[in-house]
């Protein structure tokens, strides 16, 4: 039972520290990388927690930044403060 227990809490505290290390949600973070960019179209955003130096954060895809149909932006959101970590254009 003890084992269990100790289980149980495990668990309690990794899903406790999960929603506690987001607190920017993805519809904000969308927002938050548009307007970084002056506007274009989400393509997908996922949450990316990496452990080399670079705080969790939302990954935003974004076509046309700018309105510029030749062009595509990353743009990383911290996820617990919402500032924008980096931008990296491409073009398509």
């Known amino acids: 039972m003890k ?4 289980l149980i809490a495990s668990v309690l505290m990794f899903v406790s520290l ?3 290390a987001a607190v920017i949600n993805k519809t904000q973070a969308e927002t938050i990388a548009e307007t970084a960019v002056q506007g274009g179209t989400v393509l997908q ?3 990316d927690r990496r452990d080399h130096g670079i705080p969790a954060h939302w990954d ?3 076509a046309n930044p700018g309105a510029n149909p ?3 932006a990353a743009v990383w959101v911290d996820a617990s403060t919402g500032t924008v970590i980096k931008i990296i254009y491409q073009k398509l």
């Open 3 to 6: 084992t269990l227990n100790a």
């Open 18 to 20: 999960q929603a506690s």
């Open 45 to 47: 955003a996922h949450f």
């Open 60 to 62: 935003i895809d974004i």
């Open 70 to 72: 030749t062009m595509e």
